[in-house]
């Protein structure tokens, strides 16, 4: 298959079973030419979601609004919608652990998992770790994993960018980090 689909989520915090899903965008991307198509792009919001969190980082660090929320459509009423291109799609993330994590803890499943972007492109970015750092506390890794700061600046040095944190956006411009790498013969499917 020469297509797949990146997913990026926005939370309201990294624990994905107190914290709750905000946003999820997903973006397919052609193998053969890097053109990538938005499949999905939304807020939603789950029952739990309340003036507890009008101070989550996610709305303090992007342009994401808590009435934004307040508005969107339930996860459970886009749930069919998100399963059927899970199901269709081999599916990946840049930090898969977290993105997909989350997702699970919610009942969807990924039959057809690519590795993480994030921890491919770790041995490729080669990132240290601050000074101080003692590699057994990261499960004896050489490198850092990098943000998608980081893995952007590394792929593309001369092309801006600034992590926007929205879903989607964030989905474009990890499956751009993929597709380089996938160019290259890093990122082997």
């Known amino acids: 298959m020469h297509k797949i ?48 969190h009008k101070e989550s980082w996610i709305f303090l660090n992007s342009d994401m609004s808590f009435e934004e929320i307040q508005m969107s459509p339930l996860l459970e009423n886009v749930r069919e919608r998100l399963q059927t291109i899970f199901n269709t799609f081999q599916i990946t993330a840049f930090n898969k652990s977290f993105d997909l994590g989350f997702l699970k803890n919610r009942g969807f499943t990924f039959p057809r998992e690519l590795p993480c972007i994030m921890r491919t492109a770790t041995n490729i970015c080669k990132i240290p770790f601050p000074n101080g750092v003692h590699l057994y506390d990261y499960g004896n890794r050489e490198y850092k994993w ?24 964030d989905a474009i411009h990890e499956a751009m980090i993929f597709y380089e790498m996938y160019k290259q013969s890093l990122f082997i499917i």
């Open 5 to 52: 689909a990146v997913i990026d989520i926005e939370t309201t915090g990294l624990d994905p079973i107190y914290d709750l899903i905000l946003e999820i965008g997903i973006v397919e991307l052609d193998l053969r030419t890097g053109e990538k198509n938005i499949l999905f792009d939304s807020c939603v919001r789950e029952p739990d979601f309340g003036e507890s």
């Open 146 to 169: 990098p943000k998608v700061q980081e893995a952007w600046d590394f792929f593309f040095p001369k092309i801006d960018y600034a992590e926007q944190h929205r879903a989607a956006d």
